[in-house]
């Protein structure tokens, strides 16, 4: 019979002395996680050798049970869905990052997962209940993080209903960023550090709002069975057997783009009026209450940057700023979107939306740091690369370039500054060991972001 084999953490402040405890003692061990791998001997070994390290103590131990996550993918995809509730529980409580990446949280656990946080760091987090309830009768929230800073800054995930790993990576976020400023400890994603003084002046500068699951029916309805497990769309009634609008679509911006685009040479496959499609646009704009609920925080807050995060079902992994409706350009203020004489153009090759070229330059520069930290996160296995929204390919009607919009349709708005990611396995259900790898490159980008608007804020200050 073989030897099980134990995961422990360690605790300690002194990576001097822990180095010197493996070192000598020849242990395995993961200097950034404080984690290793032990059979049942050297476990005995490393308790007896801690009795001459009293700051070093064990602080999780584990079985280690080496093909538990990927055995579970040859039966159903929704055996990878957690069926009880994790953070039903007392915030007292924490979670190793073993418990985390167990399996996919359900719909429930989200929202659980808002309260637990708020509670746990009630200092620096509040709960925000949003005022519009689901098709199916469902309220949302979103949590804010930060200590009432003079950035508003806007994270989304969870529209798509397949796309299970992006709130998972959400939560994740809340839960590094909030454990990282309490106990005034560096942080470790894959391979990126960010370091306590990072989170420090990210916690008392930005205002973090994070909604990770705008689309909890849809999501509901995916992981309840393998029939249903591709449903893209929220769950809007329609008629017998049809359901569901696209969110993704159904913003305010260029919304009825049959008026918009040209339709020659122009690919418009992925926006339609025919309402069984998975990219139903929705009766009228901001029809959906999912879509109402993302747009109602910007009415009372002065966003600045906003990221929607999403997957696709391959290995495509993009950071998108700019425009999705045409290219982009800054030496014809007059081509842009507002003016009628170019309605019915876009798609043309001559059309490119107008955009400032500091504001074009600085949203570029901030896409490529977060595809550069999403990358290094996985040791560069996994590649993001940075680009504009319209060379994915033509949409209108989506939550980037709403928010994009915003202030040049009214100045009584802030510029937001907006980004779309694009983490994906593949499929929309990576096995457990891909999720956590994927989840950690879609915090990276996000830690990445937020360093990054720090450094640009505190700039313009100087400035
Ligand atoms: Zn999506």
């Given at each position: 019979?073989e030897d099980k084999m134990y995961?422990?953490?360690?605790?300690?402040?002194?990576?001097?002395?822990?180095?010197?405890?493996?070192?000598?003692?020849?242990f395995p061990?993961?200097?950034?996680?404080?984690?290793?791998k032990f059979d049942s001997k050297s476990l005995n070994e490393l308790?007896?050798?801690?009795?001459?390290?009293?700051?070093?103590?064990?602080?999780?131990?584990?079985?280690f049970?080496?093909?538990?996550?990927?055995?579970?993918?040859?039966?159903?995809?929704?055996?990878?869905?957690?069926?009880?509730?994790?953070?039903?529980?007392?915030?007292?409580?924490?979670?190793?990052?073993?418990?985390?990446?167990?399996?996919?949280?359900?719909?429930?656990?989200?929202?659980?997962?808002?309260?637990?946080?708020?509670?746990?760091?009630?200092?620096?987090?509040?709960?925000?209940?949003?005022?519009?309830?689901?098709?199916?009768?469902?309220?949302?929230?979103?949590?804010?993080?930060?200590?009432?800073?003079?950035?508003?800054?806007?994270?989304?995930?969870?529209?798509?209903?397949?796309?299970?790993?992006?709130?998972?990576?959400?939560?994740?976020?809340?839960?590094?960023?909030?454990?990282?400023?309490?106990?005034?400890?560096?942080?470790?994603?894959?391979?990126?550090?960010?370091?306590?003084?990072?989170?420090?002046?990210?916690?008392?500068?930005?205002?973090?709002?994070?909604?990770?699951?705008?689309?909890?029916?849809?999501?509901?309805?995916?992981?309840?069975?393998?029939?249903?497990?591709?449903?893209?769309?929220?769950?809007?009634?329609?008629?017998?057997?049809?359901?569901?609008?696209?969110?993704?679509?159904?913003?305010?911006?260029?919304?009825?783009?049959?008026?918009?685009?040209?339709?020659?040479?122009?690919?418009?496959?992925?926006?339609?009026?025919?309402?069984?499609?998975?990219?139903?646009?929705?009766?009228?704009?901001?029809?959906?209450?999912?879509?109402?609920?993302?747009?109602?925080?910007?009415?009372?807050?002065?966003?600045?940057?906003?990221?929607?995060?999403?997957?696709?079902?391959?290995?495509?992994?993009?950071?998108?700023?700019?425009?999705?409706?045409?290219?982009?350009?800054?030496?014809?203020?007059?081509?842009?979107?507002?003016?009628?004489?170019?309605?019915?153009?876009?798609?043309?090759?001559?059309?490119?939306?107008?955009?400032?070229?500091?504001?074009?330059?600085?949203?570029?520069?901030?896409?490529?740091?977060?595809?550069?930290?999403?990358?290094?996160?996985?040791?560069?296995?996994?590649?993001?690369?940075?680009?504009?929204?319209?060379?994915?390919?033509?949409?209108?009607?989506?939550?980037?370039?709403?928010?994009?919009?915003?202030?040049?349709?009214?100045?009584?708005?802030?510029?937001?500054?907006?980004?779309?990611?694009?983490?994906?396995?593949?499929?929309?259900?990576?096995?457990?060991?891909?999720?956590?790898?994927?989840?950690?490159?879609?915090?990276?980008?996000?830690?990445?972001?937020?360093?990054?608007?720090?450094?640009?804020?505190?700039?313009?200050?100087?400035?």
């Amino acid at each position: 019979m073989e030897d099980k084999m134990y995961i422990v953490t360690l605790s300690g402040n002194d990576l001097r002395e822990l180095s010197e405890l493996i070192d000598k003692h020849g242990f395995p061990y993961n200097e950034k996680l404080r984690q290793a791998k032990f059979d049942s001997k050297s476990l005995n070994e490393l308790k007896k050798a801690l009795n001459d390290y009293p700051d070093i103590e064990i602080i999780a131990e584990k079985e280690f049970e080496p093909m538990q996550r990927d055995d579970e993918i040859k039966g159903s995809v929704t055996d990878m869905v957690n069926k009880t509730n994790r953070f039903n529980s007392k915030p007292e409580m924490d979670f190793d990052d073993d418990i985390f990446f167990e399996k996919y949280f359900n719909t429930e656990e989200i929202e659980s997962a808002l309260t637990f946080y708020s509670l746990k760091h009630p200092d620096i987090t509040e709960k925000i209940k949003l005022p519009e309830k689901t098709h199916n009768g469902r309220t949302s929230n979103l949590i804010r993080i930060g200590k009432k800073g003079f950035i508003d800054v806007y994270f989304i995930s969870g529209v798509h209903a397949r796309e299970w790993h992006p709130p998972d990576a959400l939560i994740y976020f809340v839960r590094k960023i909030c454990s990282a400023f309490k106990n005034e400890k560096d942080v470790f994603i894959g391979q990126n550090t960010f370091t306590y003084e990072q989170i420090k002046s990210i916690i008392d500068k930005l205002n973090i709002y994070v909604f990770p699951l705008v689309n909890p029916d849809g999501r509901e309805f995916s992981q309840k069975n393998d029939i249903n497990k591709n449903w893209r769309k929220n769950r809007r009634f329609i008629s017998e057997n049809i359901y569901g609008v696209d969110i993704n679509r159904n913003y305010d911006f260029l919304w009825d783009y049959e008026k918009y685009f040209s339709s020659k040479n122009t690919d418009l496959s992925n926006m339609q009026k025919f309402n069984a499609s998975e990219n139903y646009i929705g009766p009228y704009p901001a029809s959906e209450p999912e879509t109402r609920n993302v747009i109602s925080l910007i009415i009372n807050t002065r966003i600045k940057y906003f990221a929607d995060v999403h997957s696709f079902d391959n290995n495509k992994n993009l950071i998108l700023y700019s425009w999705s409706h045409s290219g982009s350009q800054s030496d014809y203020p007059e081509m842009n979107f507002k003016n009628s004489k170019y309605w019915g153009q876009y798609g043309d090759v001559y059309y490119s939306e107008y955009v400032d070229r500091k504001d074009y330059d600085l949203r570029k520069r901030l896409a490529k740091n977060m595809a550069v930290a999403a990358t290094k996160a996985n040791s560069s296995v996994r590649k993001y690369q940075a680009q504009t929204s319209n060379d994915m390919y033509l949409i209108s009607g989506g939550s980037r370039d709403y928010m994009e919009s915003r202030n040049l349709i009214n100045q009584d708005y802030t510029s937001i500054h907006s980004f779309f990611i694009e983490a994906s396995g593949d499929s929309f259900f990576p096995p457990l060991r891909k999720r956590e790898i994927i989840i950690k490159d879609i915090v990276s980008a996000l830690f990445e972001l937020c360093v990054q608007i720090v450094s640009t804020e505190q700039m313009k200050d100087q400035t």
